[in-house]
């Protein structure tokens, strides 16, 4: 492993490596306004979600590393104590990266880079209608982090209102991951777009026990076909299947073919493990459970 401490390499570069390895990161995309009326808009990807009751977002505003300068938002955040967070979908992302653009105080980013500024309800900046969900945000604290450039400025925001577009809602009432189409940053200029085959589904009820990877039998845990997310998903299993499953699984026409194959018992094992993979990726993990269990009643001639 490359081994970096901090203060050892140019802040810059430890920035990127930082920014490359905790990612992909949700993007704030905050409009604020100064004590002047002037609308202001800038993109931040350290950013996330931090309590539902409260409901608490925050997102930090860095210095600058070129020259320790802070940034519009966080004048105006210190001016008004007020925001909005507005999330960044596929459709607007080249133009949020124009909004990015470290423009002089007085120029609007919703004129350069083209979004439409809307009203809020309950605070003073104004919402960005291409955005299919908006935040209307109380500044409660800014905590500084340091007084050097890359050092960040946590802004702690409480939701008092969220707006959310109903063509992303899905027929249960949530929002749809497809539907929404949002933008997460990586390091560097690598973005990645959250739908489509992007979206992986990972289903682990956490309230029940589970008998772990350590309960797993070892030709499991030592195959050579399964990978580790398949030996993730039998850790995940409440109880080893029982003879109900295995009856199953021994009726499969697979699982027949390769009991019945006149290869090595080695060669049968094998056969029986790749049917397991299989099932696995059916989300099958009971049944894949099942054909492990029959490859290890084989035995060597």
């Not at 320790?68 to 990266?97: G, P, W």
């Not at 777009?193 to 309960?215: K, M």
């Not at 845990?221 to 109900?244: C, E, M, Y």
Request: hydrophobic share 40%.
């Amino acid at each position: 492993m490359k081994k970096i401490d901090p203060g050892t390499i140019p802040t810059f570069d430890f920035h990127q490596f930082i920014l490359g390895s905790v990612a992909p990161r949700p993007i704030a995309f905050v409009s604020t306004i100064d004590e002047n009326g002037t609308p202001n808009l800038a993109p931040y990807s350290f950013f996330n979600a931090f309590s539902s009751n409260p409901p608490v977002l925050i997102f930090s505003s860095n210095r600058r590393v070129q020259d320790n300068t802070t940034k519009d938002t966080l004048h105006n955040i210190e001016a008004t104590r007020q925001c909005v967070i507005n999330v960044v979908t596929y459709s607007m992302v080249r133009k949020m990266a124009v909004a990015s653009v470290e423009f002089p105080p007085q120029v609007n980013e919703f004129e350069k880079a083209g979004f439409t500024p809307i009203p809020s309800d309950l605070v003073r900046p104004p919402r960005v209608k291409e955005s299919p969900v908006h935040f209307e945000c109380e500044v409660f604290d800014i905590r500084p982090l340091g007084e050097h450039g890359g050092a960040g400025n946590l802004v702690f925001c409480r939701v008092l209102r969220m707006h959310i577009d109903p063509q992303i809602i899905d027929h249960r009432g949530r929002i749809d991951p497809h539907r929404i189409d949002l933008m997460g940053r990586m390091g560097r200029s690598y973005y990645v777009r959250c739908s489509g085959e992007a979206i992986y589904t990972v289903v682990q009820p956490v309230t029940q026990l589970v008998i772990g990877y350590d309960a797993l039998p070892d030709s499991v845990k030592t195959s050579d076909v399964l990978t580790a997310n398949d030996i993730g998903l039998l850790a995940g299993l409440t109880a080893w299947p029982d003879a109900s499953w295995i009856s199953r699984a021994r009726q499969r026409t697979d699982v027949q073919r390769a009991l019945q194959s006149d290869q090595s018992t080695k060669s049968r094992k094998r056969a029986l493990h790749q049917i397991a993979h299989t099932l696995l990726q059916m989300s099958q993990r009971k049944l894949a459970a099942a054909v492990l269990t029959i490859a290890d009643t084989l035995e060597e001639p």
